[in-house]
């Protein structure tokens, strides 16, 4: 935009050049490229998990992960980011009550927010309210399909619940979002084998 209203000035203060100056100076206006339009979430989103589903290197798709974190903790409300904030600040403290208290009120005000539901699914994990968790990772996964964080939330009380067949489902369906994550790599290794030894 700056570029052009320089061109624009320069024309009225040094009068317009040429036809045929103008026209090997620049191509035709259908050919000119549009102003790069900047993306949305959802198409930042997508682009990222393209990435990480191609990404063979361990530590760059770590990098694109994390860039996906960052992606679904923006919640666009000033309010609900700081009751983010908060409710971290107690589950630290071991707070969790209070945590919960803050993550039912992001969900109320943002029942959109797809890390809300995961971040109150993590706490009543943490208190082994496995139901609770469950119900919360059901509605993540319905807002956001690929949260590989929600699908292993669900593995783990899987494998805490000893249904070691559903928690191999949840671990496969993490590998197909981000392949070169590790621990979810370890994870089908040892229940596959543990599920063969069963003779399952």
Request: no cysteine; proline share 4%.
């Amino acid at each position: 935009m700056r570029n052009r209203f320089a061109f624009l000035t320069a024309l009225v203060l040094f009068g317009a050049a040429p036809a045929f100056a103008a026209d090997a100076a620049s191509p035709p206006p259908t050919e000119k490229p549009e102003a790069t339009i900047p993306k949305t979430k959802a198409e930042r989103l997508d682009e990222l998990f393209a990435n990480l589903k191609r990404e063979r290197n361990e530590k760059a798709a770590e990098r694109i992960a994390s860039r996906i974190w960052e992606e679904w903790n923006r919640s666009d409300s000033a309010i609900v980011d700081l009751m983010m904030q908060w409710s971290q600040q107690a589950v630290e403290k071991k707070k969790f009550d209070v945590a919960l208290d803050f993550l039912d009120q992001v969900v109320t005000l943002s029942p959109d927010y797809a890390e809300g539901w995961n971040r109150r699914a993590t706490v009543h994990f943490m208190m082994h309210n496995y139901a609770k968790s469950m119900a919360d990772i059901e509605r993540t996964l319905e807002i956001e399909p690929r949260h590989f964080g929600a699908l292993s939330g669900l593995a783990q009380i899987m494998k805490e619940t000893e249904r070691k067949e559903l928690a191999l489902d949840a671990y496969q369906r993490v590998l197909v979002i981000y392949p070169m994550l590790r621990n979810a790599q370890n994870e089908v290794a040892t229940l596959s084998e543990e599920l063969t030894g069963e003779g399952i």
